[in-house]
C-alpha cells in the first residue's frame, strides 16, 4: 500500500502530494506547522497539539479553512488511510499560492497538508547513553522579530544552529537567546535538575511553549522534584546534575555532555531515568483513540 498524504480534503498518492512554486510557504516560509505523535492507536496530546496550530495560525493571521473538529477529523481519516498505530503526524499550513510579492493578501487560499509518517527519533544508544550538546554562536530568534512560540515554516535560525552542531560533530545544538540566556535545542526544550530542583527556560526566554515540556513539569513532582520556569546561563548547564531534552519526535532523551564537559558523571541520572518511563507509560497509555 502506498502512502496517502492529505492535501486539501483528499488523500492523495504520496507522488501526487506537491505544491506550487507559487505557494508562499515555498517563497517565503510564510505558515506554520506542526508535529503530532500517535502510540499504540492513541493520539497523544491531541487537543494540546490542535489548539498550539490554532494559536500559531491567529499570531500570522492565516485564516485556516477547516473548525478544529474539521482538522481533527481529517487527521484521524489521514492515519487510518495509512492504516498505522504508532507514527509522527506532521500538518503543514501554507499561506497558499501568490505572486512574487510578499503580500500574503494576495493568497486567498491556504494549503493544508497533513502527513502521517514513521517516527523519527535520535539512534537508539543515545536514549541508553545519551547525548552530547553544544552551545552555538546563531542565537535563538528574538520574540519581538519572530516569536519562538509560533510553530512557523521559517525554521532557518534553528537549521543555522543545528549546521553549527553537525560542524562540531554532535547531534543536537543549545541555542542561547540575545542576553545570553538558555533558550532550547532546534527542535527540543531543555531541562537541567540540581540539587532535587527542575528548571526549563521560561518561554519568554525565546523557547516553544512544546508539549512534552508540559507533559515532563506535570510528571516532575511525582518523583519529588521542585520544578521551576526560569532562566539560567551555559554555567547552569556544565554544573548541572543532570541535563535531558523534550520533544514530540525525540521524547525525553538524556544529555551527558555539553561544550566537552561532562553532565555530573557523564552518564544519565537516576532522575531522569524516572522521567523517561514515566513518559512512556503515560504516552501509551494516555490519548484519543484513533480506532
Ligand atoms: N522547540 C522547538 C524549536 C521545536 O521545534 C520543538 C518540536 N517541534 C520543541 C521545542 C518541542 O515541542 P513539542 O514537545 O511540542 O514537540
Partial sequence: MGQKVYLNGELVEREEAKVSVWDHGFLYGDGIFEGIRAYNGRIFRFKQHIDRLYDSAKAIMLDIPLTKKEMEEAIIKTIQANELEDCYIRLVISRGIGDLGLNPEACPNPNVIIIASDIELYPAKFYEEGLELVTVPTRRNIPEALNPRIKSLNYLNNILAKMEANRAGVLEAVMLNNEGYVAECTGDNIFIIKDDTLVT????????K?????????????????????LFTRHDLYIADECF???????????????????????????????????????????LSIY
Fill in 201 to 208: 527556560p521560561p518561554v519568554h526566554a525565546g523557547a516553544l
Fill in 210 to 230: 512544546g508539549i512534552k515540556r508540559e507533559v515532563v513539569l506535570e510528571l516532575a513532582p511525582e518523583f519529588g522534584l521542585e520544578v521551576k520556569e526560569e
Fill in 245 to 287: 531534552l523534550s520533544g514530540t519526535a525525540a521524547e525525553v532523551i538524556p544529555v551527558v555532555k555539553i561544550d566537552d564537559r561532562d553532565i555530573a558523571d557523564g552518564t544519565p541520572g537516576d532522575y531522569t531515568w524516572d522521567l523517561i518511563e514515566a513518559f512512556r507509560e503515560k504516552a501509551n497509555s494516555e490519548g
